[in-house]
Nanobody, 122 residues
Framework: VQLQASGGGLVQAGGSLRLACAASGRTFSAYAMGWFRQAPGKERELVAAVNWSASSTFYTDSVKGRFTISRDDAKNTVYLQMNSLKPEDTAVYYC????????????????WGQGTLVTVSS
């Protein structure tokens, strides 16, 4: 599976962005999908994940109620809608695919996309 992330950019606090991750290669619908992020000087963390059937989603506590993960298997794409953005959301965001939902650890991830930078100004 090859993953291509897009949609990052600069936004003011309180604004919104939507990240997209397009997949190609092996069967997209068989994988759990997720978004991780890494802020400067911090470890990479799982932000959100969706299982293969989209029947279950996971969010880290700091983004609950603000971020929404979704997948469109017809388009082989997973999205991360980010609302009410805060400066502490500034990070490089990575999409990921794996067979173990909710991709809680990096070693559960089989495939990584390149990062896309999200910068939230105060």
């Amino acid at each position: 599976v090859q993953l291509q992330a897009s949609g990052g950019g600069l936004v003011q606090a309180g604004g919104s962005l939507r990240l997209a991750c397009a997949a190609s290669g092996r069967t997209f619908s068989a994988y759990a999908m997720g978004w991780f992020r890494q802020a400067p000087g911090k470890e990479r963390e799982l932000v959100a994940a969706v299982n293969w059937s989209a029947s279950s989603t996971f969010y880290t506590d700091s983004v609950k109620g603000r971020f929404t993960i979704s997948r469109d298997d017809a388009k082989n794409t997973v999205y991360l809608q980010m609302n009410s953005l805060k400066p502490e959301d500034t990070a490089v965001y990575y999409c990921a695919a794996g067979s173990r939902y909710p991709l809680r650890a990096e070693n559960w991830v089989g495939y990584w996309g390149q990062g896309t930078l999200v910068t939230v100004s105060s």
